[in-house]
């Protein structure tokens, strides 16, 4: 099973033994019907998935997803870098991309071939689906995107992925995915109030092995609060 991008041939492992582990929790968390008859086999999902996450606009989460996503691209993974941004994503215009395929063009149900089309290669490498530069009422479905992201982890090793701003279908179908939820705050009393929300909301969507790390990033010469403030306020350590 191979993926066409670009141009270029991406080719999903193809290991015996059918469902893996991965692919279990996947199927289960879609709440799929059971088929007649015994199960086929299928590729294992063995994607990682970090998800990026900004409570409001401008604490820089849109650089961090894109700087994990080139990091990991240098350490030899597959990587896809996924904007679901509906305001008018920023990861195609930080790349200087063009934006004539995003997910936009995804169907309901996207397969494989569907998914394929709507990627875009950088010239590193790096593997992207975009958001629309205009902005959309809403982003992709719950279900579209988690036949979307299912395609992402058998073709890629890495699945990066820079949430919107909101807890929209498609971003909670990545939170329950997610290895590594990664939440970016500023030293401004609003960012630290909407970040304590984010980090009760994500108790009840992620899976409770998922690592969440609060990234501290100071965007302005003087921070209005201290980190060791915004530390107690959070109760955890920020990056």
Do not use: Y
């Amino acid at each position: 099973m191979s993926l066409l991008v670009g141009g270029s041939l991406i080719t999903a492992p193809s290991p015996p033994g059918g469902f893996g582990r991965r692919t279990g929790r996947s199927r289960k968390r879609a709440g799929g019907a059971k088929a007649a008859g015994p199960p086929a086999a299928a590729p294992e999902l063995d994607g990682l998935v970090t998800v990026v996450l900004g409570s409001r606009g401008g604490v820089g989460a849109t650089t961090c997803a894109v700087t994990i996503a080139g990091t990991l691209l240098r350490q030899g993974s597959r990587v896809c870098l996924v904007d679901l941004a509906p305001s008018g994503g920023h990861v195609a215009l930080q790349l200087r991309l063009g934006t004539g395929v995003t997910w936009r063009n995804l169907p309901a149900a996207p397969d494989t071939t569907a998914v394929a089309q709507a990627l875009v290669r950088h010239d590193s490498g790096l593997v992207v689906l975009a958001a629309p530069s205009q902005p959309v009422r809403q982003g992709p479905s719950a279900d579209s995107f988690r036949h979307t992201l299912e395609a992402l982890q058998i073709f890629f090793t890495q699945v990066v992925i820079d949430a919107a701003p909101l807890l929209d279908g498609a971003t909670e179908v990545a939170i329950a995915a997610a290895d590594q939820i990664v939440v970016m705050c500023t030293p401004e009393v609003g960012a630290v109030h909407s970040t304590i929300g984010t980090l009760q909301a994500l108790g009840g969507l992620r899976r409770p092995q998922a690592r969440v790390i609060v990234v501290l990033n100071q965007v302005t010469p003087e921070a209005n609060l201290p980190a060791s403030a915004i530390e107690k306020a959070l109760g955890k350590p920020g990056l």
